[in-house]
């Protein structure tokens, strides 16, 4: 296993689907997502960081699954979306599609579907993100996003939905629709509140539904929102993230959980502890090295412990134990913060219907 051959996804993007690769533009924001290439590709950032710098109106837009629950492989999306609002004083808008979760039956019902978006729009408040300057659109409470839905949905056609998501006939109407309603939550700062300039930061198994967006925006005489493809986050066994696995750190775990799924990291580490001083690790296929060096250390202490890792001065288990300490602080903070939430800092984030 390597993990450093992980951006396959976002390769494809820029080989096949012209996308830029990051690597190649001059001018980067200074933050850590840029610096380690965490975010890996783009479609006209070049335009929208230059607009940015200009004093022009910009705008993030990033939105969340409400049957999803918040883990670390968010951290870097989230941070970089933290990153553009507190440097440059940018409002923050979170779609939280409680419609879609219900359409495709990742919830039950609509009352579990608005329920998660309101718990979630809490944490994301307690993850750091500005109550002044951060939208959350959660369309059971915000329905007049479905007129501007509506009015997209003359430019987009079934073939270009089915060759994008693969829909049949025969599956139910919501989905179909869905991309008419997705359209509208990344069009919506531009259409409702002027700003030209939106950056939407997804994973690159995103790209083909945002680039949807694009091609509406372009119909209607919009400019197209700019979007950031981060890399895909391992999960600890070195797989990819996903609940079944249960090998991803939520940020509702305590530190028991935490510490007991970081023992178990797929490790780049010898058989015995004997093996590994005399031969040294592999650090491109230690799990913990990867998100300690990506997430929570800088480029000088990132190079030293891969070097005394391969050199065999640093066991896994001491690796382990540093990521363990890492998570668990982090995590504690992100809960304790989440308690001082209030109701109030909840309802002046959730975009209400206008009388």
């Known amino acids: 296993m ?25 001018d980067k924001p200074d933050f850590y997502t840029f610096n380690k290439g965490i975010i890996y590709s783009h479609r006209d950032f070049d335009k929208f960081f230059s607009a940015l710098k200009k004093g022009e109106k910009c705008a993030i837009l990033s939105g969340f699954n409400a049957s999803g629950t918040i ?15 507190k440097k440059y004083n940018l409002p923050v808008f979170i779609p939280i599609s409680d419609d879609e979760s219900y359409v495709t039956g990742k919830v039950k019902d609509q009352e579990q579907a608005l329920s998660n978006s309101i718990k979630l729009a809490k944490e994301l408040i307690a993850y750091g993100f500005n109550p002044h300057k951060t939208f959350f659109i959660i369309d059971q409470i915000y329905t007049n996003i479905y007129n501007l839905a509506i009015k997209l949905s003359r430019k987009v056609n079934y073939s270009e939905i089915k060759a994008t998501y693969g829909y049949k006939p025969e599956e139910n109407i919501g989905l179909h629709f869905y991309p008419a ?10 259409v409702e509140h002027g700003i030209k300039n ?18 509406i925006a372009e119909r209607f005489n919009l400019q197209k929102p700019a979007i950031l493809h981060a ?18 750190i939520f940020l509702s775990d305590d530190e028991k959980t935490i510490r007991k799924k970081v023992s178990s990291a797929f490790s780049g580490g010898a058989d015995t502890a004997e093996e590994h ?3 040294g690790g592999n650090p491109d296929a230690d799990v913990s090295i990867f998100y300690l060096t990506n997430l929570f250390l800088d480029e000088e202490k990132s190079e030293k412990i891969v070097k005394q890792y391969r050199e065999g001065k640093l066991l896994s288990r001491e690796v382990k134990k540093m990521l363990a300490d890492k998570i668990v602080d982090f995590v504690k903070d992100f809960q304790a913060r989440l308690k001082k939430v209030s109701q109030e800092d909840l309802d002046k984030t959730i975009l209400r219907n206008k009388i």
């Open 181 to 190: 309603v997705q359209s509208a939550h990344i069009l919506f700062p531009q």
């Open 231 to 248: 890399r895909f986050f391992p999960g600890l066994d070195g797989e990819k993230m996903s609940k079944s696995r249960n090998n991803a």
């Open 198 to 215: 939106v950056l939407v930061p997804i994973g690159p198994d995103e790209d083909a539904h945002i680039r949807i967006s694009r091609d």
């Open 2 to 26: 390597n993990l450093e051959k992980i951006p396959q996804e976002n390769e494809e993007l820029v080989r096949k689907f012209g996308a830029g690769a990051m690597s190649k533009l001059k």
């Open 71 to 85: 883990h670390l492989g968010h951290k870097p999306l989230f941070d970089t979306n933290l990153f553009f609002q």
């Open 277 to 279: 001083r005399k031969k």
